[in-house]
């Protein structure tokens, strides 16, 4: 019997992401992704000044403010060929570290772990086991018995109320949740340190920036940060010393809590390696710049075909000629009217065309880009597998130590080509925080050296010349490979395009009837109880979805209750 | 010491859906809040507390759906805000008011209080201006936030010398030639 599911959040006005499927015999059969909401960002560019077009940018998202900012500079540098202080690529570096940081941490604790981890078992967990399983998992300070035990009053405390709060709407008691109750407790302990250490990361992005959740030390050019080691205003010592200190919190809360977390977790859940792997083309740009004229990366950009990790092709520049090649944006499936179906990001257009949700026609406002006419996963996946298949030292390091620990919890050996998954997503990802909590100490080093040489420079200024220039800024943020695409004509914004990880993983079916990642990820899921598909938000949530670049109106009626619909 | 956070959230590029951060700005130049502060906090989601430092209570401006008419000024509570609880959360952007203050409650951490004045939205849609029925709000929901902020016990001045409002993202564009 085949049954169809839908999980909408009804959002206010508009909604954000949507997820339909068909299930027969309990697993998914067919899958659709959308968005319900239009994106018309482009159209609020076309005619500024591109010096402040990252202003604008960074409002897109709620959540990836700094990556639309970076992005965007970047763009117009590329279309200027302007080269950047050193100075001024380590701090963005430095903001980008911890921004990336800080959105794993919230990604694996807060917005997914609840997938995996029953906070209802908690008030069966004993504190004492559950330390002592601590403790042979890593030398983190604050795994206590007192810790624990705190953490399970409080769960008992919300429970004896009656009113769950925050609580009250996990898939508690779902046949798919296997965790005893000692880590569960581990688990659901961790995430209210978590909250603590997420906030240090944001607080360097601050610092830094100028303020979040919006940056100001951005400029096509460089950065507006001024350095003087001897002045209180600017960037000097205390202020860098300061920096220094969060960082090695929060780097040690990856390494000794983060890391653990996961590949325990992934480990006990062994069984769901198998589920989720889809689109196995894999897609990351190189970043963390470490010259002036961006040729040489802490991070590995490539491509994988079909899973073909041999056949890694690398990408030499953070705008390599073959991604701008083969970017293209396919509207078959989405809600536009453009004169083409396909077209290359700087011939971009966004018209839309609004019909109903129509599985065989066009069902999202998500465009579907490809690359080289195919569909491509990004995130924090495709960039571990395309670094590893290079052999990059960073890479392999972790990757090997996330396997070592998933394989000694599983019992078995765990191979890389078992992160194919939603599983291997977050394993991959705590893999990629590890990675850039050990950048963020070079990082910070590579900046303090270059000061102390008596480099102040942090800004090129950009000059416009009359005709028309193109460019692209690439960053790899926390979901994936980013890309602005920019047209500017006489000194003014003649087209622009913003081509997001979501987009790509998100993407609807193309010309070909080619799902996107999402789509093709959700085949085969199992799904125990259509009335609470558990597997299906474990697969999406495993991208990190972060869907509309939010309208944050708020309705007191509580229409913004998410509906899952069986039908 | 900041007991109080007035934030302004929204998203400017939204058409009515930055009238919060429209009017945090107006605040922001016009007026002195003694162990207060203002910020435009645009489209917060689960980073929502990290931005109200030690507060204890948070003042939001935000645009509202109530199906009254559009640029209608309504004080809601923090029950009011919690009473519907936490949908099911797809991404991070499923609405992070409710759950902040649940999360706040929960963890001891984060602001124990909040109270909304609520802007009704005319139409939130990308890239119009803000309508001018919500414009014309914008006196009423200054008086609204003020008088909320009094109660609160927080002092507030009028600046001897204001300043413009910083709403950058509100000038008009300029054609491009050619």
């Given at each position: 019997m085949t049954k169809r599911i839908t999980v909408d959040p009804i959002s206010r006005i508009e909604g954000h992401l949507r997820i339909d499927v068909e299930v027969d015999n309990g697993a998914v059969s067919q899958a659709w992704a959308s968005a319900t909401m239009w994106r018309g960002i482009e159209r609020i560019l076309q005619g500024r000044d591109p010096r402040e077009a990252w202003l604008f940018t960074q409002r897109f998202c709620g959540v990836c403010t700094t990556v639309h900012a970076m992005a965007s500079v970047r763009a117009v540098e590329d279309a200027l060929k302007l080269e950047i202080p050193l100075n001024a690529q380590y701090i963005r570096n430095l903001i980008l570290i911890a921004h990336g940081m800080h959105d794993h941490i919230v990604h694996f604790y807060h917005l997914s772990a609840l997938d995996w981890v029953d906070v209802m078992q908690i008030p069966k967990a004993d504190p004492a086991k559950t330390a002592a399983l601590a403790e042979s998992l890593s030398p983190w300070p604050r795994n206590s018995k007192m810790e624990f035990k705190a953490a399970k009053d409080k769960v008992l405390a919300v429970a004896a109320s009656g009113q769950l709060g925050i609580l009250a709407n996990g898939y508690w008691g779902h046949p798919a949740m296997k965790l005893s109750p000692e880590v569960n407790l581990l688990a659901f302990t961790h995430y209210l340190q978590a909250l603590e250490f997420q906030r240090k990361s944001n607080q360097v992005v601050g610092m830094l920036g100028g303020k979040t959740p919006h940056i100001q030390n951005l400029a096509v050019g460089g950065v507006n940060n001024a350095i003087n080691l001897d002045s209180l205003a600017t960037l000097n010592m205390d202020k860098l010393g300061m920096i220094k200190g969060l960082l090695d919190e929060v780097v040690t809360f990856i390494q000794q809590v983060y890391v653990p977390d996961v590949t325990a977790i992934a480990g006990m859940y062994a069984d769901w390696f198998k589920y989720g792997a889809g689109v196995t083309n894999y897609l990351a740009v190189p970043d963390l710049v470490l010259d002036t004229k961006g040729t040489s990366f802490d991070l590995p950009g490539g491509y994988i075909s079909e899973g073909n990790l041999a056949g890694v092709r690398r990408f030499q520049t953070a705008a390599d000629q073959s991604f701008r090649d083969a970017v293209v944006e396919d509207t078959s499936h989405a809600y536009y009217g453009n004169s083409k179906t396909t077209l290359h990001p700087w011939q971009g257009e966004t018209t839309p065309q609004y019909t109903d949700w129509q599985p065989n026609g066009k069902y999202t406002w998500v465009k579907a880009p490809r690359f080289e006419g195919k569909p491509a996963q990004v995130g924090p996946l495709s960039q571990v597998l395309v670094g590893y298949a290079q052999g990059h030292p960073l890479t392999v390091k972790w990757t090997n130590a996330a396997l070592d620990r998933i394989s000694a919890v599983a019992g078995r050996k765990v191979a890389?080509?078992?992160?194919?998954g939603s599983l291997g997503r977050h394993g991959a990802r705590c893999v990629r925080a590890a990675m850039l909590s050990d950048l963020a100490i070079k990082h910070w080093e590579l900046l303090v050296n270059n000061i102390g040489k008596g480099d102040t420079t942090t800004f090129n200024p950009p000059e416009f010349p009359k005709g028309t220039i193109e460019g692209v800024g690439t960053h790899e943020a926390p979901r994936g490979t980013l890309s602005h695409w920019v047209v500017v004509k006489n000194g003014k914004i003649d087209n622009y395009q913003a081509v997001v990880p979501t987009t790509w993983n998100a993407s609807p079916r193309d010309e070909h009837g080619n799902p996107g990642p999402y789509e093709a990820s959700l085949l085969h899921n199992p799904i125990a109880d259509p009335e609470m598909p558990l597997e299906v938000l474990r697969t999406v949530h495993s991208f990190d979805p972060c869907m509309a670049c939010a309208v944050h109106t708020f309705d007191p009626e509580g229409r913004n209750i998410a509906k899952v619909k069986v039908l | 010491m900041t007991r109080v956070t007035i934030a302004g959230i929204g998203n400017i590029l939204m058409g009515d859906d930055g009238i919060g951060p429209y009017v945090a700005r107006i605040l922001e130049a016009q007026y002195e809040f003694e162990s207060a502060q203002v910020a435009d906090?645009?489209?917060?989601?689960?980073?929502?507390?990290?931005?109200?430092?030690?507060?204890?209570?948070v003042l939001i401006i935000d645009a509202v759906e109530n199906r009254k008419e559009p640029g209608t000024i309504t004080v809601y509570t923090k029950a009011d805000m919690v009473r519907n609880g936490v949908p099911v959360r797809t991404d991070p952007h499923s609405p992070a008011l409710s759950e902040m203050m649940l999360r706040a409650e929960f963890t001891g951490v984060g602001p124990t209080d909040a109270i909304l004045v609520g802007i009704t939205a005319n139409a939130c849609e990308y890239?119009?201006?803000?309508?001018d029925v919500v414009k014309r709000a914008v006196p009423a929901a200054i008086e609204e936030v003020l008088r909320q902020a009094e109660k609160l016990g927080v002092r507030v001045t009028k600046k001897i010398q204001p300043s413009e409002p910083a709403i950058w993202w509100d000038t008009p564009l300029e054609v491009a030639a050619g």
């Amino acid at each position: 019997m085949t049954k169809r599911i839908t999980v909408d959040p009804i959002s206010r006005i508009e909604g954000h992401l949507r997820i339909d499927v068909e299930v027969d015999n309990g697993a998914v059969s067919q899958a659709w992704a959308s968005a319900t909401m239009w994106r018309g960002i482009e159209r609020i560019l076309q005619g500024r000044d591109p010096r402040e077009a990252w202003l604008f940018t960074q409002r897109f998202c709620g959540v990836c403010t700094t990556v639309h900012a970076m992005a965007s500079v970047r763009a117009v540098e590329d279309a200027l060929k302007l080269e950047i202080p050193l100075n001024a690529q380590y701090i963005r570096n430095l903001i980008l570290i911890a921004h990336g940081m800080h959105d794993h941490i919230v990604h694996f604790y807060h917005l997914s772990a609840l997938d995996w981890v029953d906070v209802m078992q908690i008030p069966k967990a004993d504190p004492a086991k559950t330390a002592a399983l601590a403790e042979s998992l890593s030398p983190w300070p604050r795994n206590s018995k007192m810790e624990f035990k705190a953490a399970k009053d409080k769960v008992l405390a919300v429970a004896a109320s009656g009113q769950l709060g925050i609580l009250a709407n996990g898939y508690w008691g779902h046949p798919a949740m296997k965790l005893s109750p000692e880590v569960n407790l581990l688990a659901f302990t961790h995430y209210l340190q978590a909250l603590e250490f997420q906030r240090k990361s944001n607080q360097v992005v601050g610092m830094l920036g100028g303020k979040t959740p919006h940056i100001q030390n951005l400029a096509v050019g460089g950065v507006n940060n001024a350095i003087n080691l001897d002045s209180l205003a600017t960037l000097n010592m205390d202020k860098l010393g300061m920096i220094k200190g969060l960082l090695d919190e929060v780097v040690t809360f990856i390494q000794q809590v983060y890391v653990p977390d996961v590949t325990a977790i992934a480990g006990m859940y062994a069984d769901w390696f198998k589920y989720g792997a889809g689109v196995t083309n894999y897609l990351a740009v190189p970043d963390l710049v470490l010259d002036t004229k961006g040729t040489s990366f802490d991070l590995p950009g490539g491509y994988i075909s079909e899973g073909n990790l041999a056949g890694v092709r690398r990408f030499q520049t953070a705008a390599d000629q073959s991604f701008r090649d083969a970017v293209v944006e396919d509207t078959s499936h989405a809600y536009y009217g453009n004169s083409k179906t396909t077209l290359h990001p700087w011939q971009g257009e966004t018209t839309p065309q609004y019909t109903d949700w129509q599985p065989n026609g066009k069902y999202t406002w998500v465009k579907a880009p490809r690359f080289e006419g195919k569909p491509a996963q990004v995130g924090p996946l495709s960039q571990v597998l395309v670094g590893y298949a290079q052999g990059h030292p960073l890479t392999v390091k972790w990757t090997n130590a996330a396997l070592d620990r998933i394989s000694a919890v599983a019992g078995r050996k765990v191979a890389p080509t078992e992160l194919l998954g939603s599983l291997g997503r977050h394993g991959a990802r705590c893999v990629r925080a590890a990675m850039l909590s050990d950048l963020a100490i070079k990082h910070w080093e590579l900046l303090v050296n270059n000061i102390g040489k008596g480099d102040t420079t942090t800004f090129n200024p950009p000059e416009f010349p009359k005709g028309t220039i193109e460019g692209v800024g690439t960053h790899e943020a926390p979901r994936g490979t980013l890309s602005h695409w920019v047209v500017v004509k006489n000194g003014k914004i003649d087209n622009y395009q913003a081509v997001v990880p979501t987009t790509w993983n998100a993407s609807p079916r193309d010309e070909h009837g080619n799902p996107g990642p999402y789509e093709a990820s959700l085949l085969h899921n199992p799904i125990a109880d259509p009335e609470m598909p558990l597997e299906v938000l474990r697969t999406v949530h495993s991208f990190d979805p972060c869907m509309a670049c939010a309208v944050h109106t708020f309705d007191p009626e509580g229409r913004n209750i998410a509906k899952v619909k069986v039908l | 010491m900041t007991r109080v956070t007035i934030a302004g959230i929204g998203n400017i590029l939204m058409g009515d859906d930055g009238i919060g951060p429209y009017v945090a700005r107006i605040l922001e130049a016009q007026y002195e809040f003694e162990s207060a502060q203002v910020a435009d906090l645009g489209t917060p989601v689960l980073d929502f507390p990290d931005h109200l430092d030690n507060s204890e209570t948070v003042l939001i401006i935000d645009a509202v759906e109530n199906r009254k008419e559009p640029g209608t000024i309504t004080v809601y509570t923090k029950a009011d805000m919690v009473r519907n609880g936490v949908p099911v959360r797809t991404d991070p952007h499923s609405p992070a008011l409710s759950e902040m203050m649940l999360r706040a409650e929960f963890t001891g951490v984060g602001p124990t209080d909040a109270i909304l004045v609520g802007i009704t939205a005319n139409a939130c849609e990308y890239y119009t201006p803000i309508s001018d029925v919500v414009k014309r709000a914008v006196p009423a929901a200054i008086e609204e936030v003020l008088r909320q902020a009094e109660k609160l016990g927080v002092r507030v001045t009028k600046k001897i010398q204001p300043s413009e409002p910083a709403i950058w993202w509100d000038t008009p564009l300029e054609v491009a030639a050619g």
